[in-house]
């Protein structure tokens, strides 16, 4: 089965297609640098690039996958959770060609389809996944722990109690004048920094997380060694990035690793955003060989948002021929399982 996928959650329009859930035969991202100057994303810009960009990204999928729209058997849109105008911008523009084309169509949670995005390669390699799983999803607007059982179906264990640990390391960037989106840029110089040098705050507040101290505490560092607006060849900037993302990264696997003790599950999941970051799948594949469990995790480049996960995510239902109504709306917020 053929699906062309479609995302525009946030600032990044995706179109992609992909057959039977895993094989991905086309795969095309465009990101808006529009928002650099803001160091956020401004939710009518995303909106109104997502819906110049579209038309042209189908396009090329087509070509790329050498495929004509009469060869696509369905389509499947990230319905939620988003910023409303961009996720109106994909859901409008892939039902109004499932409509035209008479297609059916799927709405597909943008979290699911991460969590479908970090099996995709063992799905390709004909690699039986075992339920259930312990997910950790990372992204610009969600941290989070799920188990994931067969279907797939989700149950949050814990959550952050204030920022995503993507949305931290952006803000950390923005106050440094860095540069947007922060967690490349973080990971870029942490690499020749010293993690030891400046002590950073780390929350332990069983299966949740917060970010709001380490924050605080790194923009308190920052400001009192006059660092903004910094310079990335500065030493002290390298250090601070490289001691504030192994404060974040610490959280994160101490988390996981509780949860893990109290919930026994077949493998572990990494997915969003946060998890193209080097010192955060170091660690997580450690974790994973200390529990003595599979590592499910994407390709650094399709850890942030794109439409293979879409399309992917999609196939479970479209191929149980469970497809939405046309008149479903869009969903700005949309918890995920139970
Ligand atoms: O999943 P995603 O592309 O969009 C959302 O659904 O939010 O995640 C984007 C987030 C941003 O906050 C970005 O700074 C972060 O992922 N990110 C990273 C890295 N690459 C992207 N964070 C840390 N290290 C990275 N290498
Ligand atoms: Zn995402």
């Known amino acids: 089965m053929v699906i062309l996928g479609i995302e525009t959650s946030c600032d990044d329009t995706g179109v992609a297609i992909v057959e039977d859930g895993h094989r991905v035969l086309a795969n095309r991202v465009s990101s808006q640098p529009e928002h650099q100057p803001f160091g956020g994303v401004v939710p009518e810009i995303a909106a109104r690039r997502h819906v110049e960009a579209l038309p042209g990204l189908l396009e090329a999928v087509l070509a790329t996958a050498d495929k004509e729209l009469a060869d696509i058997d369905a389509i499947a849109i990230t ?9 109106l911008a994909g859901w409008c523009f892939g039902r109004g060609l499932a409509r035209s084309c008479r297609l059916p169509y799927v709405g597909v949670h943008h979290l699911a389809a991460h969590v479908h995005g970090a099996l995709m390669p063992s799905l390709a390699a004909g690699v039986e996944v075992p339920y259930p799983l312990l997910a950790l999803i990372v992204s610009g607007g969600h941290t989070a722990l799920y188990r994931v059982d067969r279907g797939p179906a989700f149950e949050r264990l814990g959550a952050t109690r204030d920022d995503a640990a993507g949305e931290a390391f952006d803000k950390i960037a923005k106050l440094l004048e ?15 920094g010293d993690s030891q040098r400046f ?4 929350a332990d507040l069983g299966l949740e997380f917060s970010f709001s101290g380490v924050k605080t505490a790194a923009r308190r560092l920052a ?13 002290r900037v390298r250090d601070l990035a490289a001691s504030f993302q192994c404060a974040v990264v610490d959280m994160l696997i101490d988390t996981t690793s509780r949860a893990a003790r109290e919930q026994p599950s077949s493998g572990l999941v990494l997915a969003g955003g946060v998890a193209a970051n080097r010192e955060l799948r170091m660690r997580f594949a450690t974790l994973a060989g200390d529990l003595d469990l599979p590592l499910y995790v994407s390709p650094r480049e399709l850890s942030t948002d794109n439409a293979a996960m879409v399309a992917g995510a999609g196939y479970g ?3 149980q021929a469970r497809a939405d109504e046309l008149n479903l709306p869009a969903r700005a917020s949309w918890p995920l399982g139970r």
């Open 223 to 235: 400001l009192a060694n006059s660092l903004p607006p910094a310079s990335p060849e500065d030493q």
């Open 79 to 87: 319905r939620g959770p988003g910023l409303i105008g961009a996720l």
């Open 317 to 319: 239902r479209l191929g």
């Open 178 to 192: 860095l540069g947007f989106p922060g967690g490349p840029i973080i990971d870029r110089l942490a690499a020749d």
């Open 199 to 202: 002590s950073l705050p780390r």
